[in-house]
C-alpha cells in the first residue's frame, strides 16, 4: 500500500488544510521523514497524471544546536516554601529564560524549530523554491498548592527566516495537543486568553504570543494522568502543494502529570520531570532542629551523600508495610527514652531506607520526639506539595539554625 493510500485508509481520506493533527495518523504526520513526504507527493502527483510538473511542501523538525540541559542544576537556593505559588499568564515562564527544560517542579519549558521546505517539479527536475524556518517557544506553568488543578500554556511562534514561495501570506490554523482530547485536557478559553484552531498568518519575521489556559479531563480517585505528548501546540499551515503539520507537542519537551491520589492539597498536576525537595530548615521550624542536625550530618558524611545532588538520590516509597520494615531494620536496636525517638536517614519512606543502604552507609540518631513529629509532617507536607509518587526521585536539604545547609 502506498503512503498516501494509508493516509487515506488511517484517516478516512486526506485530511483537509483545517484538520487538527489530533485527527491524522501518527504514522502520516509524527514519523514521515522528509524522504516519505516527497514520496507521498510524488504519489499524489501520479494520482493527478500530473507526476513530473507539481509543486511539494515537507517539514522536519530541526537540530538546534544549543539543546539545554533535560534538568536545572540543583542548588541550596533552587529550594521553595510551601505556599500558594504564582499562576501567571500571557508570557512564556520567565524561569525558562535559564536554559532549561525542567527549571522546577511547577514549570516545564520548550524551544524546537521546525524547518518547512516548497519544491518545484518541472518536467521531473526539482529546486527548493522556498523555505521557512519557525521556532516555538513555549511553557507550561502549573497551578501550586491548593489552586485548582491547570496550567497556562505559553507559545511563542517566531518565523526566524523565510523566502521564495514561503515569504508571506501562508494561511494556516493553530491549536494545543488538548484539542481533540477530552479525556486529557482542555482548553478553557479565559478573557484575554486563546482558543483552539485560530487562524494565523506567516510570513518572514511573523512573532505570534498564544495563551492557553488549560485542565485535566476529570481525575477519578487515584487516578494518575499522564500529559506527555498533550503540553504545547501545533499549526496546520497551507503551503503550496499540500498542507503541513508541525505537531510541536508531539516532539517538545513539555512535560505533565496529574493525579487525584490522597493529598492534603487535592488533586493537582506538576512537572514530574522536574527536580522535588524535602526540607528541614530549623530556622523555620524550630522543633525540627535536632532532625536536621542529624539529617546534615548525614548527607555530609555518608559514602553516598543520600539526597544530595552531588552524592546520590532518594526514591520515595508508599507501601506502608515496607516503610515499617525499614524502620524496624534501621531503629529495632535502637534505645529511646521517654520523649525520645529513634531517627533513620535515609528515610524509612524511601527505597534507600532500612537493607536499602548498607550498614555503613546509614545513620541513626536519639532525638527529642517532637522533633520527629515535626520532621514527619514536614516530609508529608513535601511529599503532597512537590506530588512525589511512589518511587519519584526527590532530595533533601537540611539547615541549621545558622543558616548552614547541608549542600
Same mark, same amino acid.
Request: charged letters at 15%.
Given at each position: ?113 521546525? %524547518? ?83 487562524? %494565523? ?36 499551515? =497551507? ?83 515496607? %516503610?515499617? =520494615? ?82
Amino acid at each position: 500500500m502506498t503512503l498516501l493510500a494509508v493516509a487515506q485508509v488511517v484517516t478516512g481520506g486526506p485530511a483537509s488544510a483545517s484538520t487538527p493533527t489530533s485527527a491524522l495518523s501518527p504514522i502520516v504526520e509524527s514519523q514521515m521523514t522528509v524522504g516519505q513526504q516527497q514520496e507521498q507527493c510524488a504519489q499524489r502527483a501520479a494520482l493527478t497524471r500530473s507526476s513530473g510538473n507539481y509543486s511539494c511542501t515537507t517539514h522536519v523538525k530541526a537540530n538546534n544546536p544549543n539543546l539545554p540541559a533535560k534538568r536545572a542544576a540543583t542548588r541550596p537556593d533552587s529550594l521553595r516554601a510551601l505556599d500558594s505559588g504564582d499562576f501567571s499568564s500571557q508570557a512564556v515562564a520567565p524561569a525558562c529564560s535559564e536554559g532549561y527544560y525542567n527549571p522546577n517542579r511547577f514549570t516545564s519549558c520548550s524551544e524546537q524549530s521546525w %524547518i518547512v521546505t516548497n519544491t518545484q517539479t518541472v518536467n521531473g527536475a526539482t529546486a527548493v523554491v522556498g523555505e521557512m524556518t519557525i521556532l516555538f517557544n513555549s511553557s507550561v506553568e502549573f497551578a501550586e498548592g491548593s489552586d485548582p488543578s491547570g496550567w497556562d500554556l505559553d507559545t511563542d511562534l517566531t518565523v526566524t527566516s523565510a523566502w521564495g514561495t514561503l515569504a508571506s501570506g501562508i494561511t494556516g490554523t493553530m491549536w494545543t495537543g488538548c484539542y481533540g482530547h477530552p479525556d486529557k485536557c482542555t482548553t478553557s478559553q479565559l478573557q484575554d486568553s486563546n482558543g483552539e484552531n485560530e487562524a %494565523i498568518v506567516l510570513g518572514n519575521g511573523t512573532h505570534i504570543s498564544k495563551w492557553y489556559t488549560q485542565y485535566p479531563d476529570t481525575l477519578l480517585y487515584n487516578e494518575v494522568l499522564s500529559l506527555n505528548g498533550n503540553l504545547g501546540s501545533a499549526i496546520r499551515l =497551507n503551503t503550496p502543494g499540500n498542507a503541513v503539520t508541525l505537531a510541536d507537542h508531539q516532539a517538545n519537551t513539555l512535560f505533565g502529570r496529574c493525579d487525584n491520589l490522597p493529598n492534603r492539597y487535592g488533586a493537582g498536576c506538576v512537572d514530574d520531570q522536574g527536580l522535588s525537595y524535602v526540607l528541614y530548615d530549623t530556622r523555620d521550624n524550630p522543633a525540627v532542629g535536632h532532625v536536621a542536625q542529624h539529617v546534615f550530618d548525614a548527607i555530609r558524611n555518608l559514602p553516598s551523600h543520600w539526597g544530595s545532588p552531588y552524592g546520590s538520590v532518594l526514591n520515595r516509597i508508599t507501601d506502608q508495610a515496607a %516503610i515499617d =520494615n525499614n524502620r524496624a531494620i534501621s531503629c529495632g536496636s535502637v534505645v529511646t527514652g521517654p520523649g525520645e525517638s529513634c531517627d533513620e536517614y535515609p528515610l524509612a519512606s524511601t527505597k534507600q531506607g532500612g537493607n536499602g543502604a548498607a550498614p555503613g552507609d546509614r545513620s541513626t540518631r536519639v532525638v527529642p520526639q517532637s522533633a520527629n513529629d515535626s520532621q514527619g509532617g514536614l516530609t508529608g507536607a513535601y511529599y503532597d506539595y512537590y506530588r512525589i509518587l511512589d518511587n519519584n526521585e526527590f532530595y533533601v536539604q537540611a539547615v541549621l539554625a545558622d543558616g548552614t545547609s547541608a549542600w
